[in-house]
């Protein structure tokens, strides 16, 4: 979905434009982050492809370091890497969908939660479920009357057919794998891209 940014539009149209943007972009990085998960449990295409000679396979990987030093690591070796299996694939997961609800959650709060809608009330109870151990904490159940948080009647250019809700029963339910699933998850950032697209680009 490109952004639509016109002359007339305010800034704060323009800058609710360009974080749908963001947002939507952000939960399709999760194609990345799984497709790297699966190729490392593929050994055999991660030795054929370290051996083929092609730039960018046998390259090192770095996390800098404040004093100038680093992290190096052969990217190749630790995709192969033993210590690397599937019984922490669902901890990856956890991370990466973690980081983007914080993000999106953060991301949306500095404007406010816009107009506070459904869809953008339910990420912030996403966000604050993934910040404190991945458990929700219902601590004003009346609020929900003022500001529900769902996902029906969301935009209509990004329909998920799934029917989620915040309620007050959720208190110490777990977000992830009880509540939403990951695809779940990624459906909630893309709404709310969708939707800032939809009441402010008009």
């Not at 690591?73 to 033993?82: G, I, N, P, R, V």
């Not at 479920?129 to 009647?153: E, V, W």
């Not at 209509?156 to 809700?165: G, L, Q, R």
């Not at 893309?190 to 800032?196: C, Q």
Request: charged letters at 20%; aromatic letters at 10%.
């Amino acid at each position: 979905m490109g952004v639509k940014v016109h002359e007339t539009m305010s800034a704060p149209h323009v800058e609710a434009i360009s974080l749908g943007h963001r947002l939507i972009t952000l939960a399709y990085g999760y194609y990345s982050h799984a497709a790297a998960i699966d190729l490392s449990f593929n050994k055999e295409i991660i030795r054929i492809a370290s051996s083929s000679g092609h730039i960018g396979w046998n390259s090192v990987g770095k996390a800098k370091k404040k004093n100038g030093e680093s992290h190096q690591f052969l990217k190749t070796a630790w995709l192969d890497h033993d210590g690397f299996t599937e019984h922490i694939q669902e901890d990856l997961d956890r991370i990466w969908l973690t980081g983007a609800l914080i993000y999106s959650g953060d991301a949306l709060h500095t404007y406010g939660y816009f107009d506070r809608s459904p869809c953008l009330e339910l990420i912030r109870h996403l966000r604050n479920a993934a910040a404190h151990n991945n458990r929700f904490r219902i601590r004003n159940p009346k609020s929900l009357d003022t500001f529900p948080a769902h996902t029906r009647n969301g935009p209509k250019d990004y329909p998920t057919n799934s029917a989620f809700e915040i309620t007050s029963a959720l208190d110490g339910t777990a977000l992830m794998w009880d509540f939403m699933e990951s695809g779940d998850i990624l459906d909630a950032i893309i709404s709310v891209g969708y939707y800032l697209h939809e009441v402010y680009g008009s």
